[in-house]
């Protein structure tokens, strides 16, 4: 048997999603205005047919998504040491939220959902969230993609509208994109099933 090594990639990694666990689940409304960059999880805790399964309690700790917010510069490798001033975790959970509230089918509202997140050292972040996502397959990252995009901006038009958008249309950004040839309801059948055969 090899000795334990804490300081091995997948302990460390191991050790950055249990702190990220062992936090508070809250609503958007409760979280307080802090500084950094790091890491989140957000929850589905409502009667959305779609999405109930998520909200059993052997499955509270299975995210509907996980993601990420670096520091300014820090997709570029550059200004990742100031981490004290940045405000990007919590601007990206604010960014979500309006995202969530501006669904229009009322499928599921944002008080319905449940946030945690931690505050990392700007080089653990990418290890965090992807020990997160291998954790819980969350059905936002894996299978309704779309969720996490920002607006394009002019001009930028590219592909075609997200599953994310396609399933919970609303963000007004969205609509600029051509319709995919499947429907909501498609995608939700979709989603019914991934979540039937992973949380048995």
């Given at each position: 048997m090899s000795a334990y090594n804490p300081l091995d990639m997948e302990n460390l990694a191991v050790s950055i999603a249990n702190k990220l666990l062992a936090t508070p689940a809250v609503r958007h409304s409760e979280i307080p205005d802090f500084k950094?960059?790091?890491?989140?999880?957000?929850?589905?805790?409502?009667?959305?047919?779609?999405?109930?399964?998520?909200?059993?309690?052997?499955n509270r700790d299975i995210a509907v998504y996980v993601g990420k917010a670096v520091?300014?510069?820090?997709?570029?490798?550059v200004e990742v040491a100031k981490t004290t001033s940045t405000t990007a975790?919590?601007?990206?959970?604010?960014?979500?939220a309006k995202s969530i509230g501006q669904v229009e089918t009322r499928d599921f509202r944002l008080d319905e959902f449940r946030f945690r997140y931690l505050v990392v050292e700007p080089i653990?972040?990418?290890?965090?969230?992807?020990?997160?996502?291998?954790?819980s397959h969350?059905?936002?990252n894996v299978l309704v993609d779309g969720f996490g995009n920002h607006d394009p901006g002019?001009?930028?038009?590219?592909?075609?509208?997200?599953?994310?958008?396609?399933?919970h249309p609303g963000r007004p950004?969205?609509?600029?994109?051509?319709?995919?040839?499947?429907t909501?309801?498609?995608?939700?059948?979709?989603?019914?099933?991934?979540?039937r055969s992973r949380l048995r």
């Amino acid at each position: 048997m090899s000795a334990y090594n804490p300081l091995d990639m997948e302990n460390l990694a191991v050790s950055i999603a249990n702190k990220l666990l062992a936090t508070p689940a809250v609503r958007h409304s409760e979280i307080p205005d802090f500084k950094g960059a790091g890491i989140y999880a957000i929850y589905y805790r409502g009667d959305c047919p779609t999405y109930k399964p998520l909200s059993e309690p052997e499955n509270r700790d299975i995210a509907v998504y996980v993601g990420k917010a670096v520091p300014k510069g820090g997709r570029k490798g550059v200004e990742v040491a100031k981490t004290t001033s940045t405000t990007a975790l919590r601007s990206r959970l604010k960014e979500h939220a309006k995202s969530i509230g501006q669904v229009e089918t009322r499928d599921f509202r944002l008080d319905e959902f449940r946030f945690r997140y931690l505050v990392v050292e700007p080089i653990w972040i990418p290890l965090g969230e992807s020990v997160m996502i291998q954790r819980s397959h969350p059905v936002w990252n894996v299978l309704v993609d779309g969720f996490g995009n920002h607006d394009p901006g002019a001009g930028r038009i590219n592909g075609m509208r997200t599953r994310w958008d396609t399933l919970h249309p609303g963000r007004p950004w969205a609509q600029k994109f051509p319709q995919r040839q499947e429907t909501g309801a498609e995608i939700a059948d979709d989603v019914i099933e991934y979540l039937r055969s992973r949380l048995r």
